[in-house]
Every structure is written in structure tokens, then in C-alpha cells.
């Protein structure tokens, strides 16, 4: 099966940086991706990393280490409109979609 | 623009009661898919559809049922037999394949309490 593994929850001020990690365990790993969602609405989509390295973009940057089974998301210049559930997601041969992990909740206070 | 629509957007059901929830997409994606969100569980699978007249059990397929006739279109069906329905359900497509760039498309939810 497939099993992964984050924060419930990380705090921070406006303007800080907050990283949000992820390890996950499963077979026929293809990839790790990151969402967002806002209560009660639609999960979007932010980043996904199928290679070892960082990826930027804008504020967010992603990083993944395939031989660590390990992730996380970046957020840099942290604003109040950041405070949102954060999920990362496997994407893996054993289905033609995504498992997700339980999320963190981010929290910015001015 | 296009998007997922999913409706309701909130719907009641007593016990016993089967009820459906619609999905329609007008992406031309090929895949589709529901998730169930429960409060700190995350996202988990229902049920996918990678292809019109096809569809796959996902890890909590007991006690819904879906169909998939045509390609912008995968109602779920959350019948009497599911134990305990009241969640925020999720559907979602992607492209073909889409599983490999990670990115999947959601709709807005809708949100199921059993009274």
C-alpha cells in the first residue's frame, strides 16, 4: 500500500518562510505533487516533482529526494491569504491517480 | 471557462435513502475521478474512470457506485449500504495519463449529511 506522512499542523508570521515536509512510502513511485485548499473548497494544484531537485515557483518552491522518500513544499513571503490545508500526493503505478496524504494545516497570524 | 461542476453543493438524505451527485467536465479530459474528504483524513479514492464505459475501485468503493456513459460526465452514487455517507465529496479529472504530471482538476465539492 501506499502511506504518507506530514504535519497537521505549522504556524508562522506574514513575511516568514514555513516549509512543510512530506515522506511517503509506496511502490512504483512515479512523482510528488502539493495542493492547496482554502476551507471548504476545491484542492489546486501547486507543484509536482517526478526528479530529484527544486523546483520554484513564484513564492512556492517543491524539492524531492527519491532515495530519502522525501519531500516538501517551501513558502516563502508568507501572506494571510497562505492560511490553508496543504496536501502532498503520490502518483504511482498502483492506481492511475493520486493518494494523498491527511494535510498540514497552515496557520499565518500578522 | 472551463471547469468541473459538481451539484449539489449541499444536499440532505435520510437514512436508507440512495442519492446521487452529479460531475460534469467540459476539459476534454479523459480521466475522471471522486475523492471523499473527511475532517483531518485527507483526501482517500473512490472511485476513477480512465476512459468512457470504464471504471476502477478505488481504496473505499463499498457502498457507492458510479457510472461513466459519457466522457464529460461521472455521477457517484452513494448508496444505503454506505455506513457513514455525511462527507464533503470531491470529483476530479485530468488529462490522459494524467497521474504522470501529477495535476488533477477538482470541482467546487459537494457536501452530504445524513440526517
Known amino acids: 500500500g501506499q502511506s504518507l506522512e506530514q504535519p497537521s499542523e505549522v504556524t508562522a508570521v506574514e513575511g516568514a518562510i514555513v516549509q512543510i515536509n512530506c515522506t511517503y512510502q509506496?511502490?512504483?513511485?512515479?512523482?510528488l505533487s502539493w495542493y492547496q485548499q482554502h476551507d471548504g473548497g476545491a484542492p489546486t494544484f501547486l507543484s509536482y516533482n517526478a526528479l530529484d531537485g527544486l523546483e520554484e515557483t513564484g513564492r512556492f518552491s517543491s524539492f524531492l529526494s527519491r532515495s530519502d522518500s522525501y519531500g516538501y513544499l517551501l513558502l516563502q513571503e508568507l501572506q494571510m491569504k497562505d492560511s490553508a490545508s496543504y496536501f502532498c500526493a503520490v502518483s504511482h503505478s498502483g492506481y492511475s491517480t493520486l493518494t494523498f496524504g491527511k494535510g498540514t494545516m497552515l496557520l499565518v497570524s500578522p | 471557462d472551463g471547469g468541473i461542476t459538481q451539484s449539489p453543493k449541499y444536499l440532505f438524505r435520510k437514512e436508507g435513502q440512495n442519492v446521487t451527485l452529479s460531475c460534469e467536465q467540459n476539459?476534454?479530459?479523459?480521466?475522471m475521478y471522486w475523492y471523499r474528504q473527511d475532517p483531518g483524513q485527507g483526501l482517500r479514492l473512490i472511485y476513477y474512470?480512465?476512459?468512457?464505459?470504464?471504471?476502477q475501485k478505488g481504496d473505499i468503493a463499498e457502498g457507492y457506485s458510479v457510472s461513466r456513459e459519457k466522457k464529460e460526465s461521472f455521477p457517484l452514487t452513494v448508496t444505503s449500504a454506505q455506513k457513514n455517507p455525511t462527507a464533503f465529496y470531491l470529483c476530479?479529472?485530468?488529462?490522459?495519463?494524467?497521474?504522470?504530471?501529477?495535476?488533477?482538476?477538482f470541482g467546487e465539492g459537494s457536501r452530504l449529511t445524513v440526517l
Open positions: 476530479a479529472s485530468s488529462i490522459s495519463g494524467g497521474f504522470r504530471t501529477g495535476e488533477l482538476f
Open positions: 476539459l476534454n479530459h479523459d480521466a
Open positions: 474512470s480512465q476512459i468512457v464505459n470504464d471504471f
Open positions: 509506496t511502490s512504483g513511485f512515479y512523482g
